[in-house]
């Protein structure tokens, strides 16, 4: 799949796969100067890029998993979206969920960015629903 992407500002990293078997793409944080994130704080980081991502798929902003786990720095909202008719600057909304303030400096790798297809679903109007071993039960219904 090909993507197109847009460099913002002049000095911008390149999101990589770190390996060959990698499903996302690292971002990097785009900013002149550092930004710290208080305990229990959010912050919006530009990553200086915009990508033009073909009709049928999304992008998808999840956190590192390396960086939630020692540092407590994942994302406000779980994954973010970026649908296929965005253009403008991917935007990393983190948040920090541990005790200690954190500094993302300019040039941090701060999330990693997945390419997923995305049908898009007719929606049919009905009366019912066909029975399912589960039916209607939700939290919980199966166990623990």
């Known amino acids: 799949m090909q993507v197109k992407i847009q460099y913002?500002?002049?000095?911008?990293?390149?999101?990589?796969?770190?390996?060959?078997?990698s499903a996302g793409m690292d971002l990097s944080a785009a900013?002149?100067?550092?930004v710290t994130v208080p305990a229990g704080g959010r912050a919006l980081v530009p990553?200086?890029?915009?990508?033009?991502?073909?009709?049928?798929?999304?992008?998808?902003?999840?956190?590192?998993?390396?960086?939630?786990?020692?540092k407590g720095i994942s994302?406000?909202?779980?994954?973010?979206?970026?649908?296929?008719?965005?253009?403008?600057?991917?935007?990393?909304?983190?948040?920090?969920?541990?005790?200690?303030?954190?500094?993302?400096n300019p040039g941090d790798r701060i999330a990693q960015l997945v390419f997923l297809p995305v049908p898009q679903?007719?929606?049919?109007?009905?009366?019912?629903?066909?029975?399912t071993e589960r039916g209607s039960g939700g939290f919980g219904s199966t166990g623990r």
């Not at 000095?11 to 796969?17: A, H, L, N």
């Not at 900013?31 to 550092?34: G, H, I, L, S």
């Not at 779980?78 to 991917?90: F, L, N, P, R």
């Open 8 to 21: 913002i500002y002049e000095g911008v990293q390149r999101p990589e796969y770190a390996t060959s078997g």
């Open 31 to 34: 900013m002149d100067e550092a």
């Open 47 to 70: 990553t200086g890029i915009a990508m033009q991502i073909p009709a049928g798929y999304g992008g998808f902003v999840f956190p590192r998993s390396g960086l939630s786990y020692k």
């Open 75 to 104: 994302m406000c909202n779980c994954v973010g979206v970026i649908d296929s008719d965005y253009t403008g600057e991917i935007k990393v909304a983190v948040h920090n969920i541990s005790q200690e303030d954190y500094t993302i």
């Open 121 to 131: 679903a007719e929606l049919i109007e009905c009366e019912s629903l066909d029975e």
